[in-house]
């Protein structure tokens, strides 16, 4: 709860004056019957006239109007301060989300993740907004409403007491069914964002592979799992409408009965009747309206539950305990100590185990392996996308544990493996790299990763508007944009994970000879499936299940390690009979 309060600060007026003047509303609600019952047994039961119907109904119409200034007003106080609070609280969300690690992100489904920032956000501003108009409207009415029953007739009033009791018990059994409804029904709103999510933004690859059927197939089934569990929760709701109804109606009947007799008998007026009988229903309406906050209260709190797993989370990988944040990434030396790595910690297996390598300043290193032999896993320890297990990663002789993040992730470019471009034009989503960059300095490096040349080509050139994620470029030009973005960091230590792997080999070569002119301090970390790819490198690591079984050149390795003539072999035998 404390948490909260910061959202509730800033707009702290708001949320005491809404209720206030929700509180003129509910004053105005029940000096109302009052006044009409005076109407009725003095106006036209004593006979005192037109004069004193006129001047009590005008008394009403200036009662009406205040209360409706109340309600108007409190009603947009509740708006202003649950829109902002959601406001506040989304941003945050949003905020804290953009600071997962790689490996907080993979605990959480994207669509799952959007759910809570919209959907659930949502459930919660609008439970402020109830709260604040209903919070003390609904036991202001209430207490009012009961004193002036009583007051007026206490046998009478006796008749409510009965009825008070058994709703009670309705409404908190009700409430006890419904909140764990409302949690499973959260969480097929979540399976079905996810399904959404990741059809939509693999399309593409839904079409090819002709999956439409069996995509529309989970979608309709995620859809209909939705449905069934959201009537499952409502179900509840729509029961709960005619109980309270039931007993309204009933109460009301009772109230009509006996108070009927008592006017015949001469111990009520039948404009206190009146009275009693408006009274009777506001007791019940903010019995409901009770209900009802309790309702969707327990719906909110699921929401509120699953916002607050979002911030509770662990960011697992911070920079708070780093003892050099001011240092940058000068030299580009590597060295991985005793690394090992694995992703699931209860994992017996590790990922990458015993990593022993050193990397000098400005050396080529390529890293060669079967798919699933570790190579992402072991470069994406550099800029510390995942942290190591055991061991220590250095870069320049420091820990990067102790570099600020931002300082070992500019000196750090990597173009990871499955990459992507975002949508607006070529020159902005280069300039990602580095937003002061002037468009010469652009053109240079695009030059360099060999994209200059197509990007020219296109009509609008480099202000071509990209899809999303690059739809509308080639495989192999992606890449090369993507290795350029990555080179207007200019950084230090350049870390390509198979991001060549659509480029031709002839481009492929003029991108490696553009590297040699223009990077020669830069150390390069290539890793790549084709050996023609590494086979110029200063030396050449060959990872083969989490293990490096051979360090050295291309002419050492050909020699003393076997799996890496294997792979190779296996890459000339090809081309041959090809
Ligand atoms: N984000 C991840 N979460 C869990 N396991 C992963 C993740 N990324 C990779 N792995 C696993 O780690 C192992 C090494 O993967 P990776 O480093 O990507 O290999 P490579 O790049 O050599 O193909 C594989 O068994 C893979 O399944
Ligand atoms: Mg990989």
Redesign the pocket.
């Known amino acids: 709860m404390r948490r909260y309060w910061k959202y509730i600060k800033p707009y702290l007026s708001a949320f005491i004056i809404g209720p206030i003047l929700m509180i003129v509303e509910v004053i105005g609600e029940v000096v109302m019957p009052r006044l009409l019952s005076n109407i009725i047994d003095k106006g036209v039961v004593d006979e005192k006239g037109i004069p004193f119907i006129i001047a009590m109904g005008i008394t009403m119409v200036i009662t009406a109007l205040i209360m409706m200034a109340g309600g108007v007003g409190g009603a947009y106080f509740a708006i202003k301060a649950s829109s902002g609070f959601a406001n506040d609280l989304r941003k945050d969300l949003y905020k804290k989300i953009q600071d997962f690690s ?1 490996y907080n992100i ?1 605990q959480y489904h994207t669509g799952s993740l959007i759910t809570r920032l919209t959907n659930d956000i949502t459930q919660i501003q609008n439970m402020i907004q109830m709260l604040m108009r209903m919070a003390l409207r609904a036991p202001g009415m209430l207490i009012g409403a009961l004193i002036m029953a009583f007051t007026m007739n206490r046998r009478l009033a006796s008749v409510i007491l009965v009825v008070i009791p058994l709703l009670a018990l309705a409404i908190f059994s009700i409430m006890r069914i419904a909140f764990p409804r409302f949690s499973v029904m959260q969480k097929k709103l979540d399976a079905l964002n996810t399904t959404t999510q990741e059809n939509l933004t693999n399309i593409r690859v839904v079409k090819s592979f002709v999956r439409e059927r069996f995509e529309e197939e989970k979608f309709r089934k995620a859809n209909l799992d939705l449905k069934e569990n959201a009537l499952r929760a409502m179900k509840v709701v729509i029961f709960a409408m005619p109980v309270m109804t039931i007993a309204m109606n009933i109460t009301t009947l009772a109230v009509v009965w006996f108070g009927g007799n008592q006017v015949i008998t001469g111990g009520m007026t039948s404009g206190e009747l009146t009275a009693f009988v408006n009274y009777v229903v506001q007791i019940l309406m903010s019995l409901i309206m009770v209900s009802f906050i309790i309702l969707n209260g327990s719906r909110s709190l699921a929401s509120a539950k699953r916002i607050n797993e979002v911030i509770n989370t662990d960011i697992d990988l911070t920079d708070d305990m780093a003892q050099h944040k001011d240092i940058t990434v000068n030299q580009g030396k590597i060295e991985f100590k005793d690394v090992c790595f694995k ?2 910690k209860n994992n017996e297996k590790w ?2 185990e015993n990593i022993n390598l050193v990397i000098n300043p400005g050396e080529t290193v390529g890293i060669i ?10 470069v ?1 320890l550099i800029p510390r996308l995942y942290d190591v297990d055991q061991g220590e990663v250095l870069v320049d002789d420091v820990n990067v544990k102790d570099y600020s993040l931002k300082n070992l992730r500019n000196g750090v470019g990597i173009v990871l ?1 499955k990459n992507v471009l975002f949508s607006g034009t070529i020159m902005e989503n280069l300039k990602w790299g580095d937003e002061e960059a002037d468009d010469e300095e652009v053109y240079k490096w695009a030059e360099s990763a060999q994209a200059h040349g197509f990007i020219t080509s296109f009509p609008d050139g480099y202000n071509t508007e990209l899809g999303q994620g690059g739809v509308n470029v080639s495989g192999g030009q992606k890449q090369r944009l993507c290795i350029a973005r990555a080179l207007l960091k200019k950084p230090k230590i350049l870390i390509l ?2 991001s060549t792997s659509a480029v031709d080999t002839a481009t492929e070569a003029r991108i490696r000879e553009s590297f040699n002119n223009v990077l020669k301090d830069t150390t390069k970390i290539i ?1 790549a499936q084709r050996i023609s790819s590494v086979i110029e490198a200063d030396k050449i690591v060959v ?1 083969d299940d ?1 293990k490096i079984v051979g360090i050295g050149t291309h002419d050492e390795l050909l020699n003393s390690c076997e799996a890496y003539a294997e792979i190779y072999y296996s890459q000339t035998d090809r081309k041959v009979t090809a």
């Open positions: 790689f993979d992703y699931y990922v990458l392996g079967s798919t699933g032999s570790g190579k992402s896993s072991l994406q493996q994970d198979d890793i990872l989490g």
